[in-house]
């Protein structure tokens, strides 16, 4: 089943079990037309991408990030800390959704006090999250 939508779409995920990012993978190209993928498989290498192509990402489109929590280096809390203190013109060009295998209420509740983060979703990814995801990054897309 596609989403419709006349974009190319571009998703950061940035996760460490190379299981759950074949299953995005998978998922999302069998979903989504055009995606591409820019993966990360801890907080400080995403952290560090921005750092260094802050300029290219401010002057893109916008991205769907997809965050894990639990990673190694730097954890998604982490990586939160630092993504707060980017200008508002790069935090701007990013959907930021938590996708983790937590279902701990203190982590939700958590995920809720940052206004960059859209939505608390748990692993693994399925079609009625990315539907919900895409919903709330681009109101166009539809089914």
């Known amino acids: 089943m596609l ?3 006349d974009s190319h779409k571009k998703i950061v995920l940035v996760d460490d079990d190379p299981v759950n990012i074949q299953i995005c ?24 991408w ?13 991205q769907i990030l997809l965050l894990d929590l639990n990673m190694p280096v730097l954890n998604g809390w982490g990586f939160m800390e630092r ?26 509740a958590r995920a809720k006090e940052y206004s960059s983060i859209k939505q608390f979703y748990t692993k693994p990814l399925n079609y009625a999250t990315i539907k919900n995801i895409f919903s709330l990054s681009d109101p166009a897309i539809q089914d």
Do not use: H, Y
């Open 50 to 62: 921005m750092e260094d192509d802050s300029k290219e990402i401010e002057n893109g489109g916008e």
């Open 83 to 108: 993504f707060t203190k980017f200008s508002n013109e790069l935090r701007s060009k990013f959907s930021l959704f938590i996708l983790s295998s937590s279902i701990d209420p203190l982590d939700i």
């Open 3 to 5: 989403l419709n939508g």
């Open 25 to 48: 993978k998978m998922v999302l190209t069998r979903t989504i037309p055009n995606i591409e993928f820019r993966i990360f498989q801890n907080g400080l290498a995403a952290i560090e």
